[in-house]
């Protein structure tokens, strides 16, 4: 089957998903920039997880570029992604009411380490459903980014256990700051290849 009702529907739930944590951010009590600077922090856990679910949306966008058959165990991989992904808003939100309490920032990591494996477990899906006539196994290569994020996550995780929680969200937006560039080799492979029609 085709993946264009799959590719609307994931971009109809990141639509709705960057809507609902919008509508959580609160404005200040007052009208004064100190009054501003109070809500900086949840501004800015607003920004990381609306970096988090664009670097989402851009990389299955390119993702599915290249795949060209789907099937019903492809569709559940990728509702179990857009599972992890539409926790963000809570965790977020969580993280914002308690002031970066540690519980809450370690939950945002578990959060943003089950969105990782659950778009590693999607491509290890497609690679199956399209066998050895797909393409993306070859475009994704070694895919050292996609394996390093895990291991900066629970680094961040056991940063919030055990040491500082601003070194747990350095961890966080390290890897946010590591995917913010596009995934060249699916820009390039589908450059020299065309897509998956």
Sequence with gaps: ?????????????????????????????????????????????????????GIYWNNHHHLFQLVRRVNGAVLWANLHLLFWLSLYPFTTGWMDDTGLAQTPVVVYG??????AIAYYVLQLTIFRAEGDTGVLREALGRDLKGKL????????????????????????????AMWLVPDRRMESFVADHGTAT
């Design 149 to 176: 994020s895990p291991v900066l996550y629970l680094a961040g995780i056991a940063s919030a256990l055990w040491v500082e929680i601003w070194l747990a969200l350095a961890f966080y937006i390290a890897v946010a």
């Design 1 to 53: 089957m085709p993946t264009s009702r799959l590719e609307a529907f994931s971009d109809g739930v990141l639509a709705i998903i960057i809507t609902i944590m919008v509508l959580e951010l609160r404005p200040p009590e007052g009208d004064t920039f100190a009054d501003l600077a109070d809500s900086g922090t949840s501004f800015l856990t607003y920004v990381l997880s609306f970096v988090y679910i």
């Design 110 to 115: 578990l959060n943003l380490l089950g969105a």
